[in-house]
T-cell receptor
Framework: AQSVTQPDIHITVSEGASLELRCNYS??????LFWYVQSPGQGLQLLLK??????LVQGIKGFEAEFKRSQSSFNLRKPSVHWSDAAEYFC???????????FGGGTRVLVKP | EPEVTQTPSHQVTQMGQEVILRCVPI?????FYWYRQILGQKVEFLVS????????KSEIFDDQFSVERPDGSNFTLKIRSTKLEDSAMYFC????????????FGNGTRLTVT
């Protein structure tokens, strides 16, 4: 069975500092990996996805993520956070892009001025 | 950019009542999904729907739940007799195909069962 672990429940970062959110997955085949962001009162917005190819993928809002098969990880990074990046971030895995997704528990990011 | 829209944004109902949550997927999408997020918990898959039938469902999706695409645009989730533990945020999602396009989620309907 597939599973996703986001080890950090909360992260506080200063505006302008770099951000890295961890995601580890368990899946028996080549996974489809996603990061979604949920701002307060909003739905889930896709930040980026990995299906195959280049293991470093670029997304919206200046985010990127790196797929490391050997570590079963798909960590999300941003070099310099903005106050508007305060939100909850979810990593998800699926066996195909449109198939059902298994989500991690989420990491809530707080941005200090 | 096209969006998945859900109505209502918040629904309050009494235990035992039926509720229908409504979704309008993106118009050229063919695969439809419902997920839910109980407060403080993970987003969980409920059901996927394609070609007017359920293609997959989770163990959460019991006989109290049903889905329907009553016309060419709406996709609904019905809970026949709500329970307190059905209180959650329900997200509708759609995708263009199963293999290469990701899920697009709506903003959700917060269901509160009292």
């Amino acid at each position: 069975a597939q599973s996703v672990t986001q080890p950090d429940i909360h992260i506080t970062v200063s505006e302008g500092a770099s951000l890295e959110l961890r995601c580890n997955y368990s899946y028996g085949a080549t996974p489809y990996l996603f990061w979604y962001v949920q701002s307060p009162g909003q739905g889930l917005q896709l930040l980026l996805k990995y299906f195959s190819g280049d293991t470093l993928v670029q997304g919206i809002k200046g985010f990127e993520a790196e797929f490391k098969r050997s570590q079963s990880s798909f960590n999300l990074r941003k070099p310099s956070v903005h106050w508007s990046d305060a939100a909850e971030y979810f990593c998800a895995v699926g066996k195909a892009a449109g198939n059902k997704l298994t989500f991690g528990g989420g990491t809530r990011v707080l941005v200090k001025p | 950019e096209p969006e998945v829209t859900q109505t209502p944004s918040h629904q309050v109902t009494q235990m035992g009542q039926e509720v229908i949550l409504r979704c309008v997927p993106i118009s050229n999408h063919l695969y439809f999904y419902w997920y839910r997020q109980i407060l403080g918990q993970k987003v969980e898959f409920l059901v996927s729907f394609y070609n007017n039938e359920i293609s997959e469902k989770s163990e959460i999706f019991d006989d109290q739940f049903s889905v329907e695409r009553p016309d060419g645009s709406n996709f609904t989730l019905k809970i026949r007799s709500t329970k307190l533990e059905d209180s959650a945020m329900y997200f509708c999602a759609s995708s263009e195909d199963r293999n290469n396009s990701p899920l697009h989620f709506g903003n959700g309907t917060r269901l509160t069962v009292t």
